[in-house]
């Protein structure tokens, strides 16, 4: 049963265009998500995040978005760059508990065409 | 932001012997640490999570007699891989997340290649 959906295995943009990639979530519990781009054999680096409370939080190029009634978030990177090619993840994690689990969709492999 | 350290990043061990891989948070302290496994065009995939000084929380289908965890300290995690086979090798990475409502660091990842 995967929680944290992301349909689209990969996206192909035009350098100075804007890239949308999206994430879809079926547990109700999550309050908080987050994104990570990651590059072959390295470990993911943290992009940008949001919590339920809001519904844009934007940081430079990056501009997420969470739409709560349709448990869906996407994160918009306008100008695209060459070196913003990469995998990336959603990530989204619970209200309560204690130990900060992230659960992960599959990844977007996004690639910026110079 | 914080600065979470792995080590080894790669490693070729041989059938049969055991590799522990090192997780370390430099400038923080994390009481709890997360171990994943990603194989190739595939997600990151939850392991275990590790707990200092306490045993660690494996999920579902990880068994934990192959995949050792140890939380001895509050910046160091290591996962041991024991007796090691083939379809081990894959691309380990821990993390380490300070509260709620904050983000996750990751270390550099290992590359395990058993022959």
């Known amino acids: 049963d995967q929680q944290v959906k992301q349909n689209s295995p990969s996206l192909s943009v035009q350098e100075g265009r804007i890239s949308i990639l999206n994430c879809d979530y079926t547990n109700s519990m999550f309050d908080y998500f987050l994104w990570y781009k990651k590059y072959p054999a390295e470990g993911p680096t943290f992009l940008i995040s949001i919590s339920s409370i809001k519904d844009k939080n934007e940081d430079g190029r990056f501009t997420v978005f969470l739409n709560k009634s349709a448990k869906h978030l996407s994160l918009h990177i306008v100008p695209s760059q060459p070196g913003d090619s990469a995998v990336y993840f959603c990530?989204?994690?619970?209200?309560?508990?204690?130990?900060?689990?992230?659960?992960f969709g599959k990844g977007t492999l996004l690639t910026v065409n110079p | 932001g914080a600065v979470v350290s792995q080590h080894p990043s790669r490693v070729i061990c041989k059938s049969g012997t055991s590799v522990k891989i090192e997780c370390r948070s430099l400038d923080f302290q994390a009481t709890t640490m997360f171990w994943y496994r990603q194989f190739p065009k595939k997600s990151l995939m939850l392991m275990a999570t590790s707990n200092e000084g306490s045993k660690a929380t494996y999920e579902q289908g990880v068994e934990k007699d192959k995949f050792l965890i140890n939380h001895a300290s509050l910046t160091l995690s290591t996962l041991t891989v024991t007796s090691a086979h083939p379809e081990d090798s894959s691309f380990y990475i821990c993390?380490?997340?300070?509260?709620?409502?904050?983000?996750?660091?990751f270390g550099q990842g290992t590359r395990l290649t058993v022959v």
């Open positions: 990530a989204a994690s619970a209200r309560g508990g204690s130990n900060y689990k992230l659960t």
């Open positions: 993390s380490a997340r300070v509260a709620s409502y904050t983000e996750a660091f």
